[in-house]
T-cell receptor
């Protein structure tokens, strides 16, 4: 299995600021994914991040708001920019490993 | 549009009771189907998956699910639940080659009373 570590695990942020979430995997993986889980709702894919190429964003998500980096095969970051209370969510990193999707424990952001 | 619907949002059972959680999906093509579980304070874990073949799939911890194509359903079952099965359960579907792109249902919170 793939072990995924996310930082921070939780944070409280002020409106208008930006926060970068880090995702570290213990194995080299081609495909990494960022999901969002808003309060009381299900998980929604934000973007797919492949090493060496630009991230692919899902409908409703844009690079200016959620810039993603993927510098190598074990690491990725997601930045939530110019935050508003509506961005309060759990953000999860996931990777595809041996045909299965593994998830990190998530980063719980609260925006005041 | 692709969607996944879980019928039960909150289920309360006594230990040893049987469990069935409903999941229906809407997708115009070949699908891969998943059930994930999230125990309190832990990350999402895969319970079981269906890609092809036998529509009755068995997963970890005694769970199973049956893919019924005509009903667009993938219900999760367990004959006898335990207190340790208390968790949130998510049904998910993917299609095509990008199986990392999952469409999740709203989730079902299962509470098992000892």
């Amino acid at each position: 299995s793939a072990v995924i570590s996310q930082k921070p695990s939780r944070d409280i942020c002020q409106r208008g600021t930006s926060l970068t979430i880090q995702c570290q995997v213990d194995s080299q993986v081609t495909m990494m994914f960022w999901y969002r889980q808003q309060p009381g709702q299900s998980l929604t894919l934000i973007a797919t991040a492949n090493q060496g190429s630009e991230a692919t964003y899902e409908s409703g998500f844009v690079i200016d708001k959620f810039p993603i980096s993927r510098p190598n095969l074990t690491f990725s970051t997601l930045t939530v920019s110019n935050m508003s209370p509506e961005d309060s969510s759990i953000y999860l990193c996931s990777v595809k490993w041996s045909g299965e999707l593994f998830f990190g424990e998530g980063s719980r952001l609260t925006v005041l | 549009a692709q969607s996944v619907s879980q019928h039960n949002h909150h289920v309360i059972l006594s230990e040893a009771a049987s469990l069935e959680l409903g999941c229906n999906y809407s997708y115009g093509g070949t699908v891969n189907l998943f059930w994930y579980v999230q125990y309190p304070g832990q990350h999402l874990q895969l319970l079981l998956k269906y890609f092809s073949g036998d529509p009755l799939v068995k997963g970890i911890k005694g769970f199973e699910a049956e893919f019924i194509k005509s009903k667009f359903s993938f219900n999760l079952r367990k004959p006898s639940v335990q207190w340790s099965d208390t968790a949130e359960y998510f049904c998910a579907v993917s299609g095509g080659s990008n199986t990392g792109k999952l469409i999740f249902g709203q989730g079902t919170t299962l509470q098992v009373k000892p």
